[in-house]
């Protein structure tokens, strides 16, 4: 069965219970933004080190190409070597 709640009469007492539950609401709002803020530093950090990471990437990348470029130039040369030498046995 439903529990039925007497409603307050007197303006006071309606006034009273009013600004408790806006006390109430004030201090669950500023529970919310003290998580808010902890989640907002949160990620933060996390951005910061996808950040980071992206950088660490990037270099990776930069160097990779530096060694294909120059993997490629030896390979380059090779062949012309290559070229060379068949000419050279004909």
Known sequence: M???LTFPQKPEDRLRAALRRLDDALVEQKLAFTEFRT???A???AVNGLEGSL???RDSLAST???VARTQAAARRLE???DIWLQKAR
């Open 65 to 67: 190409q530096q060694d």
């Open 39 to 41: 989640n907002l530093a």
């Open 55 to 57: 950088h660490q990437y």
């Open 2 to 4: 439903a529990d039925i």
């Open 80 to 82: 012309d070597t290559a």
């Open 43 to 45: 990620l933060g950090g």
